[in-house]
């Protein structure tokens, strides 16, 4: 791994339900002498928020605070999604006011803040800097200063440097900066299965799992394995699940079970990872063990999620998995950490120098 992929792995190891700040970072101070706080800003999902306080890991950056607003749930028609979005404008006006005096720098991440960030921006200008985690998709007007985006967000056909004009500065990054999962520094032999679910990607239905359940059939016979849900598991995939298994060696564990899930990651050699979830795949490929993705039907090719999984395989971060397992480390590459690292630190010196260097 590299210096930076190990900083990520050192910087926190566990996931919590209230989000612990990010430590370690000193304190920011303005050109003109006025102290510069930190905050998160952010949808309410642990993966919108775990990436932030990477970053923030990552950089240096003391966060003081995690604002959280509700997301909108993908599984529902396109016109329940847009009516929902009218939900964040109160919310806006209120998170704006709470930046209304004093120097701020913000890393944001998830559309449900995206009114906030452009209120944020209309009224305090310069005095807040904005880095926003992901793209706006179709904003078009300032909301952020600087993105960090995955190269899994580009579209084919889009010309991505010049999408946002209003906002000229993007980093990109292989794949999404995060924390990883609470693994043990020892050599483990055990196998964590993390099912994700619901989605409009992949297969999420029993029939769907058919081919991953007899593989492993053959696993549980040879390894420890831990099979862990999530929120997002149809009823009736964790119900064959447990049919399966449950008179069997493996753990099943519940999506509510916290300690479980701890359990599970620290005793895991391997994980084998359905491939739903951009975060569950990112987190257990930055603890720098053997990843594997489970092959699941692709219902829609040429989604963020499906982009995500082909350039993780092509990379080497992550195998597809095909019933075997492999605990010897695989040292994957990540020298986009560093240079990403750099260049938001060059930007943020940069507007600590000189606010109107974000207008110009």
């Not at 339900?17 to 002498?33: C, F, K």
């Not at 905050?39 to 966060?63: M, R």
């Not at 990109?172 to 050599?187: Q, Y």
């Not at 239905?205 to 058919?210: G, P, R, S």
Request: net charge neutral; hydrophobic share 40%; charged share 30%.
């Amino acid at each position: 791994m590299t210096e930076s992929l190990t900083r990520l792995a050192h910087a926190t190891t566990a996931q919590t339900d209230t989000i612990p700040v990010a430590g370690g970072g000193s304190d920011l101070i303005a050109h003109d002498g006025e102290a510069i706080r930190s905050f998160v800003l952010s949808t309410a999902k642990n993966g919108h928020v775990t990436q932030c306080i990477a970053v923030a890991d990552l950089i240096g950056l003391e966060i003081e605070d995690v604002i959280q607003e509700p997301g909108v749930n993908k599984a529902l028609p396109d016109w329940r999604r847009e009516l929902e979005k009218t939900r964040w404008l109160l919310p806006a006006l209120r998170i704006a006011w709470r930046f209304r005096k004093g120097k701020f720098i913000i890393l944001a991440s998830g559309r449900s803040v995206l009114p906030a960030c452009r209120l944020i921006k209309k009224l305090r200008g310069d005095n807040v800097f904005i880095l926003f985690i992901g793209s706006p998709k179709k904003w078009t007007t300032r909301c952020t200063d600087v993105m960090l985006r995955s190269k899994h967000e580009r579209e084919e056909d889009r010309d991505e440097e010049n999408r946002y004009p209003w906002n000229p500065k993007q980093i990109w990054v292989d794949a999404p900066i995060c924390r990883p999962l609470p693994v043990s520094a020892s050599k483990e032999n055990g196998v964590a299965v993390l099912l994700g679910g619901l989605n409009i990607t992949y297969g999420d239905e029993v029939a769907d799992y058919e081919a991953f359940l007899d593989h492993l059939d053959a696993l549980v016979q040879s390894f420890s394995i831990s099979i862990v849900f999530s929120r997002r598991t149809k009823p009736e995939v964790e119900q064959a699940f447990h049919k399966r298994f449950a008179n069997t060696s493996a753990k099943l564990v519940d999506a509510a079970d916290r300690q479980g899930f701890l359990d599970a990651c620290a005793g895991a050699g391997a994980f084998v990872v359905t491939p739903d979830s951009i975060t569950m795949v990112a987190e257990a490929c930055a603890t720098g063990k053997p990843v594997y993705t489970v092959k699941l039907p692709v219902k829609r090719e040429g989604t963020r999620n499906h982009r995500f999984i082909e350039t993780t395989l092509k990379k080497g971060y992550a195998q597809p998995f095909e019933g075997e397992i492999n605990f010897e480390r695989r040292t994957v590459d990540r020298d986009d950490i560093e240079a990403a690292r750099r260049v938001m630190i060059d930007c943020i010196d940069a507007w600590k120098r000189d606010p109107s260097t974000l207008s110009s």
